[in-house]
Each structure stands twice: as C-alpha cells, then as structure tokens.
C-alpha cells in the first residue's frame, strides 16, 4: 500500500529542500545581477517588483540553506553530507550579492548596522559548516577546497556589508585635493564615452561635493573643474552631468565603493585563480557513494562561481571607474603603465565590443546615461477620463487593501513618456542663460531662485501687459503648480488663442516654447500628484483630490461626449474660459477657489494684445522653468538619492547642472562680477541680494 500524499510530499521536500535552496540561491543571485541594472534607466513597475521580489529570494534561500547545514545532516553516507558541506562558501558567496548591487534602496544604509550584525552571524554559520562537517572529518583535497572557497565567500559577504555603511559617507570617496586628477580638454564635443570618462576623472572634484555638500573653499581647482563642465555646450553638458548622476546611482546602489580600490582589485584577480584551484582540487576528490544530483548541484555552483569571477573581473577593469583610480594616482607608475599607454583603452573597447547589450543592437555606453524618461499628468484630461470597470475595481480593490502604493506605482507608468529632444534644449538652454550670468539682464540671483518660482520672470516682463493685471502666483508651491498647470491650459486651448498660438503664421520657434510649455507643465503637475517627495513644501494631496473633484463637475454638466481625448480637454477648458468670463464659477465656492483664479489668470494672458502673444508665450515658457530650477534646488538630496534608484528624474539632472554653475556655493560671488579684494567691501557690497541693513541674510 503506497504511502499519502502528504507523507510523499513531506519525503520528497526532506530530500530536495537543501538541493532546491542552493540552485534558488544561485539562480536568484545571477537574475539580480542582470534585473539590478534595469532600475538605473527603467521605472516600469514590473522590473522594480521583479528586482525586489529576487532581493528578498537570495536572502532567504540562502539563508534557510545554511541553517538547515548547519542544524542538521543529509544524506546517507558520511561522504555524501561532505558534499553537500561544500555548498556553505558557495552560500555565502551568492548571500554576498553581485558587484552591481549593494542595497535595494536607500533605506538599507541607515539599517546598515543591524544588517552588519546579520552578516557576521551568517558568515560564523558558514564557517562552522565547514569547520564541523569538512575539515574535522578530513576530507582531503575538499578540505583545502572548501578553505579556500570560504575565504573568498567571506570577503566577497562582508564587502557588500562594508559598501552598505560606506555609501552615505563622504570620507569613503575622499574629496581631498592630494591627487588631483590630470587637466582635461572640455573644448571639444563628446560622445557619451568620452563624456563619462571625464566625469569619471573629475568625480572627486565635482560629484562627490554635489551629492554630498555644496560648499567648496575660494580658488578651489574643484570650482573651476566645475564652471568648466557647466560651460560646455548644452549637449556635452547634459551627457557629463547624466553620466555623473549615473555615478552617485554606483555609490549609493552598488559596491563600488569597494570594488574599485587596491583591495578590491587585488580581490578580483585572486578570486578566479582561487576559485580555479578548488574546482581542481574538487575534481581530484573521490565521488564515490554520492548521489548524481547532488554532484550535478555542486558542479552548477562551482563553474557558475569561476564564470561570475571572471566576469566580474573583467567588468572592474574595463569600469570607468578604473579609469578615475588611474586618473587619481597620475604621478605613480602605473598610471603611465596601463593608461598612458593605451592599454586600458584598448581593453575597454574590446570589453565594449564583447557586451551583451551588442546583442541587442545597442550602444553599450548608452545603458548607463538617463533614460529621457518622464512623467506628465493634464489635469483637465484626466478629469474628462472614463475610468473602465477594471480600472475602477483595481483600484478600489487595492485602496481597501492598504496597497495604494501599488496603485500609484501602475499609474506612473501610465504617465511615461520621452523628453522631446527639442524641448530638452530650450529647457538647458534657457537654464545656462539663467545660470552662468554671462549677460545680467539674463541672469538671475540666487534669490531669485532659491525663494522664487517664477515671479521674477513676470517682474522683467511687466511692460508686456500694458497696464492689464499682472499674473499672480499661489501661496504654496505645489499650489501655485496647480494654478499654473490649469491656467496654462486654458490659456492655450480655449477662446481664439489657438489661431494666434498655433495658426500658420505662428513662428517656428514660437511652436517650440508652446511644446515645451506643455512638457513642462504636465511634468511638474505629475511630480506633483504621484511624487510629491521631489516637490519642496508640504505635500497638498486634499487640495488636489478636491479640485479634481470640482472639475469632474463641471466635465459633467456638459452633455457632449467627444470620442477624441484632445477634443474634451479643450472643451473642458472653454468652459471653463466661458464661466470665468460671465463670473459663473462661484469664487465663494472653496472647492472651485483655485480653478476660478486659474481662468482669471488665462484670461489676463489672453488680453495682451496679439501682437505681445509672442512674448506671452515665452513668458509663460520662462516662469514654467523658473519653476523647474526651484524644484530641482528645494528638493532635498536624499529624496534626488531616492529617485536615483527607481530611474532617475529630470530634476536630478538640472539640480546637478545647478550646482555646477556655481551659483549656490557658500562663499562664492557671481560669475559674472569682476574679481575684487573682498576685504574692501562692505557686507552689502559682497552681496547686494542678501543684505544684512535690507533681508538680515549676512
């Protein structure tokens, strides 16, 4: 009589459970390795949760698979509990995770310790595997095998608990001046490999201080390392600075705060050799009385290791990051032995050639710049939406349920597009115009931008208006996003402003600013409702949840349902238009308060005479980038270190291109000021926007 089900089941799990462990383990540690390097350009949420859903796998097969070793015996020979012995370094080393990751997020630094803690007690649990089950029962060449293969899983463990506790701390990149990397040419234009071994070269100077202080000392090489990155041409501005921010994704997500120094290299090149020596030294031990699929485990871990080694191997030493550890020691030997000589250029370019990414017919030193990916969100075609039967039970499923991240995390990736090439530069352009304070009537101050988002723009431009009401702004950012966001679609899509804005003898350029208007626009109202942990001041959800509300109201009363979503948005925006004009959207109303001073504002636009519409348009272009900047300034580094992780943002970008302009460094004056002795000014004459007798700033 055959025995239950549950009893074979209970049999088979006692049988396979160890063998299942270490392959889940394995396998688990090889889909990290390829899923980690998706979140650096990627923000769709299925590469985020299967990136996620792998962290939490490694961990816990592997964690279950050392401590069912060490608690217990398998096997029935004494030689076949060896094998599976021999398993624990191999644990360890899937445990110790890929170079290309260190912490799932950021979160993971500041448990760093505890995580540390964790660590030691694993790598003890491994050792004593192999102390109890292999060295004492004298198994000679797996002895030394397993020795071998322990030392390699320890270090390879404890650097990635190192690179967790180093990350956040600026003394583990060193700013200090002593190695001064050589000067580089910034004269010429770059494709992205060259672009990245500039910011590579100059990571000490510029992108360590940007994510981690602002501050740098007069007449530092490091500042003008960094006006010179900002004068590059927009382009190879771009590329140097989504190279950079791809770099502080490295020290914040991976170990290459460890990788890439002497201890770390000297690591790699030991862990194939050794790792070599123990699948000899295996091959040499007597197989006899083991069981086939536990041989077929123990070969799979072992060459998969010796594989991973090289790999990894390879990978350090064509990194840029090599590059940077040359560049940062130019006065020694061996700078003039690998770089100089064009060794290491020819490694890399043969390495760039082999990438799988050739496989799929892409550029290598593509995967690492920002993707160009962003969100927008209209508001006003978001409320003439016909949410489907499954949309509305998805999301009422999931907000009883407590998983409203889960929800938004969809709806993200409902709102991504690319950044239009052209309107990325207008939008650089118009900020080194803003920036570099080469013309003053251009520049702005840092008061301007620091406290301001957008009035000064509208302060310079006042005489457009002649003698109408000047546009006005929100009391709170994310307000004023909002009051904006409507106004500007009103303002484009109602009335007769569609012939003056986009007729046929609208200019070129003026069809540009009116694109970028838009992007811009939706861009910031979608960091406003789905990420407002990139918008400084406090978040304004009910305010938005409520005019939302309001505007579904008034989509409602209208009877005409067009097919086209275009058609809608700009029927909503008429009526709109219409109500204000006739005093018909109910300014008591508090649920309809902003939608009202929104189409009041449109109006005011849409009153300069037609002749001004030009300058109208680039005004509003103008105050949707103050906006911008004073969002990628206000936006705190941890939540830009955040985002780094989940694709990147464009306010990273322009907060990074902020910081080398220079503007924003204590102690520094303008650009664009004439070099003077400072101890001959006055307080106010050091700086005249922050003055002690006028804001008590000094």
């Not at 080393?93 to 979160?107: I, T």
Request: net charge positive; proline share 4%; glycine share 6%.
């Amino acid at each position: 009589m055959s025995e239950p089900w549950f009893i074979q089941a209970v049999d088979f799990w006692n049988e396979w459970a160890i063998r299942l462990a270490a392959s889940t383990s394995l396998a688990s540690h090889v889909l990290l390795m390829i899923l980690a390097e998706t979140r650096r350009r990627s923000v769709w949420p299925g590469w985020t949760f299967a990136l996620w859903l792998a962290y939490q796998i490694l961990d816990k097969a592997g964690s279950y698979a050392l401590g069912h070793l060490s608690l217990n015996t398998t096997g029935p020979s004494d030689q076949e509990q060896i094998l599976v012995a021999f398993w624990a370094p191999f644990l360890l080393l899937h445990l110790g995770g890929p170079d290309n990751v260190s912490a799932y997020s950021l979160d993971d630094d500041k448990l760093s310790w505890r995580k540390f803690v964790g660590s030691l007690w694993k790598a003890i649990g491994a050792f004593y595997v192999v102390f109890t089950k292999i060295l004492l029962a004298n198994s000679g060449p797996l002895s030394l095998a397993s020795m071998i293969m322990i030392n390699i899983g320890m270090f390879r463990f404890f650097e990635m608990a190192v690179a967790i506790l180093r990350a956040p701390r600026k003394k583990a990149w060193g700013s200090s001046n002593k190695n001064q990397p050589p000067p580089v040419d910034f004269s010429v234009s770059h494709g992205n490999d060259e672009a990245r071994k500039i910011a590579q070269g100059q990571w000490q100077c510029c992108g360590c201080g940007t994510l981690f202080d602002s501050s740098v000392e007069m007449n530092s090489p490091n500042l003008e390392t960094s006006r010179k990155i900002f004068n590059l041409g927009w382009k190879d501005m771009c590329k140097v600075v989504e190279v950079e921010a791809s770099l502080m994704y490295d020290m914040l997500y991976t170990k290459a705060s460890v990788v890439y120094t002497i201890g770390g290299y000297f690591h790699r090149f030991i862990s194939p050799l050794a790792t070599s020596a123990a699948a000899f030294l295996f091959w040499q031990y007597p197989k006899n009385n083991v069981e086939l699929p536990d041989l077929i485990v123990t070969y799979i871990v072992l060459y998969a290791s010796l594989a991973l080694d090289v790999m990894w191997l390879v990978m350090a030493l064509a990194s840029t990051w090599t590059y940077g550890f040359l560049t940062a020691r130019s006065r020694t030997w061996l700078y003039h032995k690998v770089l100089c000589s064009g060794w290491w250029c020819c490694f890399r370019g043969l390495a760039m050639r082999l990438h799988p990414w050739r496989l799929l017919g892409k550029d290598p030193s593509t995967y690492r710049m920002w993707s160009g990916t962003i969100g927008r969100f209209n508001m006003l075609q978001e409320c003439t939406r016909a949410p489907g039967l499954i949309e509305r039970l998805c999301s009422g499923l999931l907000t009883i349920l407590g998983l409203e991240d889960v929800w938004n995390e969809h709806r993200i990736w409902k709102c991504l597009s690319q950044l239009p090439p052209d309107v990325k530069e207008l939008v650089f352009e118009r900020i080194k115009r803003r920036l570099s304070g080469t013309n003053p009537s251009d520049a702005y101050s840092m008061k301007d931008i620091r406290a301001l988002w957008g009035q000064e723009a509208v302060k310079r431009s006042k005489n457009i208006f002649d003698g109408l009401m000047l546009p006005y702004f929100g009391n709170e950012f994310q307000e004023d996003i909002l009051l904006w966001h409507m106004s500007t679609i009103i303002y484009l899509w109602s009335g007769n402003q569609q012939q003056l804005i986009r007729g046929a003898n609208a200019a070129t350029t003026q069809l540009k600013h009116v694109k970028a208007i838009e992007v811009l626009s939706e861009y910031l109202m979608f960091l406003v409702i789905l990420r407002p942990h990139m918008l400084p001041d406090p978040a304004l959800g009910r305010l938005c949840e409520v005019t939302m509300q309001a505007l579904k109201e008034e989509c409602a009363k209208d009877k005409e349902n067009s097919p086209s979503c275009a058609a809608r948005k700009q029927k909503l925006a008429e009526i709109l238009h219409s109500k204000e004009k006739s005093k018909k959207l109910m300014n008591s109303d508090a649920n309809r308060r902003l939608i009202s001073d929104a189409a009041r504002l449109a109006i005011a636009l849409q009153e300069v005479k037609a002749t001004k519409v030009k300058d109208v348009v680039e005004l509003i272009f103008d105050v949707w980038v103050d906006k911008l900047l004073y969002a990628a300034i206000r936006c705190s580094r941890e939540s830009h270190a955040r985002q780094l992780g989940r694709g990147g943002e464009l306010i990273t970008i322009v907060w990074i291109v902020a910081e080398h302009a220079g503007l924003f460094r204590i102690g520094e004056t303008k650009p664009h000021e004439t070099e003077r002795d400072d101890s001959e000014k006055t307080c106010c004459q050091k700086n005249p926007d922050f003055c002690c007798e006028k804001d008590y700033y000094c």
